[in-house]
């Protein structure tokens, strides 16, 4: 009888096993090498071990008496030392034996992050029996706590598991969002927020610096500088093929053991299968692949012809409650379209790729019941064109389901406020309805919702629509863009009161069409969770008009304009002088602005960081000519040197300058201020005016100069500086809270009502409290971007990513 | 194809793009995915915009200038005046981002 040794008794080597069994038992004398002390078992199914689910011994696949009755000689927990291939022996730790036939399975290995600490007790991987009953046992201590690095299939399964036994655990991921191999970043948003319902912390973006602990592990710290005490570390950061052992044979690998379609390496009489095997340079992970090729190399072993042909594979998460699906190919490949659907009532996302009328990739959230119908279409290549425009509703579609433009407000709980000036609830209104009060104008009279600024009209509509059905007629509203239903004023009230923190939180809650969104909608919702969460949201780069993103305004020919700030149009000599020498350096073209300050126009971008790190040199920063932020604050020269100045205007336009710059906005906001009557710093067809009287100030509102020419309107009138700066900031962030993006403060004033303005900043908390939040923004944003951008590690960005000029040549 | 590297798929930002120096101009590198790229010629028909600086959603590009919307798949523009961009092969292979040279020649020579 022919000999065969198989080093490895992992899922695929068992399957192995089981498949030359059952197809001629007196094929081969078998010899199973394990370096774990024991035989096959169902790794797949350690997370249910994990969370006390299911024990080890219901997961044992080849149990003593199997291997007995098959007459498998077994040596477990017994480590291969060396293979002779020219000899045709295994050299195993207690002694050689001699094959005909030889398989590695030698699997993978957990990929253990090189970082301070790695090696410490408690620190382990989620791979074997061994990790697993480590886990436990740490888990047995009451209020333990456990940090589990990776944000994977795994480490989620890790993690959901952990916490069933009752762990505070917290997930650290270093992508943008969870399992981002299988999931596109809006399921990723979805499960990380049932994660998160079920009580695991999970930190995006999380780098892990270092693990510390006194002989064991203590706490985990990350490169931001967060600490995270622990009992537990798992770290389920990635597989590594195990192929060591089958290198110092002499065996050919790759990423790891190169075989053909029959399992065989380039070595006479050698095999090999599972996660140690690369073939046309895939690896391999997930366990279906692993079973096709175990049958396979059955095949190839009995000398029957097979060969090994990859499949499309759909992956699941072994977690209660989380339902996800994904298939196919939704993150590469070029001619693509996509189908979105989502109900944010329900906690569905549904997106399906499409190439040349042939669903590619499928990834669902919240509704998986359809998941193997498109899993089939997948892998037949059906030809779709037909039952394209309803493929997404599933094969049960009748006809009649359509998203809802409503789903978002049907969606809203009961203690939802929709009305902020008033804190009147959805379940108020609804209550209003259900006395009796069926329009708008009865909502308004009986609840006060929308009675004030106005701006949340359109979400008591929709209320009264979601609560009567037919009976109420929606009037029609323009929404944002082509992407979604709602309206700009609907997004920024439902942002507030869902506290929605990210743009995935956007796209799903507010039922997006849209896989990010547009040229339109993506600024202004940048906008919104900029404004409304500066701590929690990061802002885009990606989601801003190239002025914003570049921090210079773009020219007709591609060049910049670069504007330095003059607080209040005052300057020295020294600053003159570096511009000009900036000027001459970069060639460009210097004009003196309508807003008192030197415009450098004809700047190529690649000089950008080079010219701001010259301006920043000479003491200048950024002067936001090109933002939805302040622009300039313009101011005569006051009392002073003027015969007339009645107060220090230039002195008070510099001290609201330093204030509000590098604040964003809903559009550009420009302020003057004015040392007497004569208004020589036209004030008054500012966003905001200062006029300075012997008495005080007198402050206004809502002016423009622009497409339509406004005077502004007057807010109050104050005796003190500070006032006028407290005034003006309340109003700036009233402003940036309340306004639709692209509407100048005359165009929201006119919506909302000068009288609500007035009243809302009257009140001294309210006021008071408008400051506040303003300054917790300025303290992330009041930040010079040049600076920020002049450094080498951000100036390489403005170059050309390569240059192929030389190559084009060829 | 004749694969030439020109740098790693982390240096252009998701949801954004890079330029690419040719001896005959500019192209332009998009990030529309982790790992989804699209080269195309920088410059927009209609007035010369550079389209790597405009906004990316899905696999389409606004221009920064006037807000023609191209599909980066077939380099066609939507909506009513219509235009056309060259689109180029590309490929990301273990994080890098390949051009074909031949592609580029042909552009050079055409």
Known sequence: MQKLVVIGAGMASGRLLEQIIAANPAAYDITLFNAEPRGNYNRIMLSPVLSGEKSYGEIVTHDDAWYAENRITCRFGEKVVSVDTDRKVVIGEKGEVPYDKLVFGTGSSAFIIPCPGHDLPGVVAFRDLEDTTAMTEAAGKPGARAVVIGGGLLGLEAAAALRLRGMEVTVLHISTHLMERQLDPAAGYLLKKDLEKRGITVMLEASTKEIVGNGRVEQVNLADGTELPCDIVCMAVGIRPSVKLAQDSGIACGRAIKVDAQMRTQTPDVYAVGECVEYNGALFGLVAPLYDQAKVLAKTLLDEEETFVMRELSTKLKVTGCDLFSSGDFAEGEGREDIVFRDPARGIYKRLVIENDRLIGAVMYGDTADGNWFFGLIKDATDISDIRETLIFGPSFQGGAQVDPLSAVAALPPEAEICGCNGVCKGNIIKAIEAGATDLGAIKATTKASASCGTCTGLVEQVLSVTLGDDFVLPAAQPVCGCCDLTHEDVRRLIKVQELKSQEAVWQELGWKTRNGCHVCRPAVNYYLLADWPLDYTDDPQSRFVNERNHANIQKDGTYSVMPRMWGGMTTPQELIAIAQAAEKYGATVKVTGGMRIDLLGIQKEDLPAIWYDLNQAGMVSGHAYTKGLRTVKTCVGKDWCRFGTQDSTGLGIKLEKKLWASWTPHKVKLGVSGCPRNCAEATCKDIGVICVDSGYQVSVAGAAGMDVRETERLVDVATEDEVIEWTTAFVQLYRENAKYLDRAYKWVAKVGLDWVKETLADDATRRALVERFDISQSVYQVDPWAERAQPAEAVKFHPLADLTKEAAE | ?110
């Not at chain 2, 028909?45 to 550079?50: I, L, T």
């Not at chain 2, 389409?60 to 180029?88: A, M, Q």
């Open chain 2, 1 to 110: 194809m004749n694969w030439i590297d020109i740098g790693h798929i982390d240096d252009v930002p998701l949801r954004g793009a890079r330029q690419v120096k040719t001896k005959v101009g500019c192209l332009a590198v998009f990030r529309t995915g982790e790992t989804e790229v699209f080269a195309v010629s920088n410059l927009c028909p209609h007035k010369g915009g550079p389209l790597s600086e405009g906004i990316v959603h899905e696999q389409k590009v606004t221009c920064p200038l006037h807000n023609t919307i191209f599909d980066l798949n077939s380099g066609e523009s939507l909506g009513v005046d219509e235009y056309r961009i060259d689109t180029y092969p590309v490929r990301v292979e273990d994080g890098r981002i390949l051009l074909d040279r031949d592609a580029i020649a042909q552009r050079s020579a055409a």
